[in-house]
C-alpha cells in the first residue's frame, strides 16, 4: 500500500489515550482540598491546557488560597502517578496506532503536558512507538501555538503540509490547523476549532477513532488535494 503522506503526529491526552478520566479524579481530588466541587464543566474549561491556564483557573476557584503554581505541581504529581500505572487507550486509537506501526508511518507525539507526565504514559505506549516527543517543556509556545507540531515535522523530516494531525480539542486543532497539516478532528470533547474560510477541507471532523484506519487518513489527504 502506499502511503499518500509523510508522517503522523499525535496528540496525546484525550486523542491517543484516555486519559481524560485522569485528569478528572487528580483535579477532584485536588480542589477537594480546598473544598471546591471541581465539575467536568470545570475540566472541559481546562481541556488541552497550557498549564499556566489550568493553574490560574484552579486558583481562581480556590479563591487564591495558594498561587497559581502550586495547582500546577500538585496536579502532575497526581497525575504521575496515575500514568505510571497501566492506562487506557482512547476508542479506536490503539488499533490505528499498530496499523500506523505495521505500515513503518513515522510518528510523532506533541502534547501540552510537561515531561514527567508524558515519561510516565510513555510507560504503557512504549519508548520506541514515537520517533519524536515534544513535551510542553520542550517549546516556547504551547498549543495553540503550531509550535510543537512544525518543530515535530521538522525533526522526522517531513513536509508539514504531508502531514496527518490527530487532535480532539479546541486548543489543539486551532494549533494543529495553524501548521498547515491535515487536521482529523475528534469532537468527543466538545467544540473544535474551524478552519479558515476556503480551507474546510483541512479538517476531517470524526466522534472518535473507532473504525479510522490509514486508509481514512489517505482519503482525508486526498480530499484536500484535490481541492487545493
Request: charged share 25%.
Amino acid at each position: 500500500m502506499r502511503i499518500n503522506f509523510d508522517a503522523v503526529l499525535w496528540d496525546m491526552d484525550g486523542t491517543l489515550i484516555d486519559s481524560e478520566k485522569y485528569w478528572l479524579e487528580a483535579e477532584i481530588e485536588l480542589m477537594k482540598r480546598f473544598s471546591v466541587l471541581w465539575t467536568e464543566r470545570d475540566q472541559s474549561i481546562c481541556l488541552g491546557g497550557p498549564m499556566a491556564r489550568v493553574e490560574r483557573y484552579m486558583a481562581e476557584r480556590a479563591n487564591f488560597a495558594e498561587e497559581p503554581a502550586y495547582f500546577g505541581r500538585e496536579l502532575k504529581a497526581l497525575m504521575v502517578k496515575k500514568l505510571s500505572r497501566p492506562i487506557d487507550y482512547a476508542p479506536g486509537a490503539f488499533v490505528l496506532l499498530q496499523q500506523l506501526r505495521r505500515a513503518e508511518v513515522p510518528m510523532g507525539l506533541v502534547t501540552a503536558s510537561s515531561r514527567s507526565l508524558v515519561d510516565a504514559a510513555l510507560l504503557t505506549l512504549g519508548r520506541d512507538t514515537f520517533k519524536v516527543v515534544i513535551s510542553g517543556d520542550d517549546v516556547e509556545e504551547g498549543k495553540p501555538s503550531p509550535e510543537g507540531y512544525l518543530a515535530a515535522a521538522h525533526a522526522l523530516e517531513a513536509e508539514i503540509s504531508k502531514t496527518v494531525i490527530l487532535e480532539d480539542s479546541f486548543v489543539g486543532t486551532t494549533a494543529a490547523l495553524a501548521s498547515g497539516a491535515t487536521v482529523i478532528g475528534i469532537s468527543h470533547m466538545g467544540e473544535l476549532a474551524k478552519p479558515d474560510e476556503g480551507h474546510e477541507d483541512q479538517m476531517l471532523v470524526v466522534n472518535s477513532l473507532e473504525g479510522i484506519s490509514i486508509e481514512t487518513l489517505m482519503s482525508a489527504v486526498d480530499q484536500r488535494r484535490a481541492l487545493a
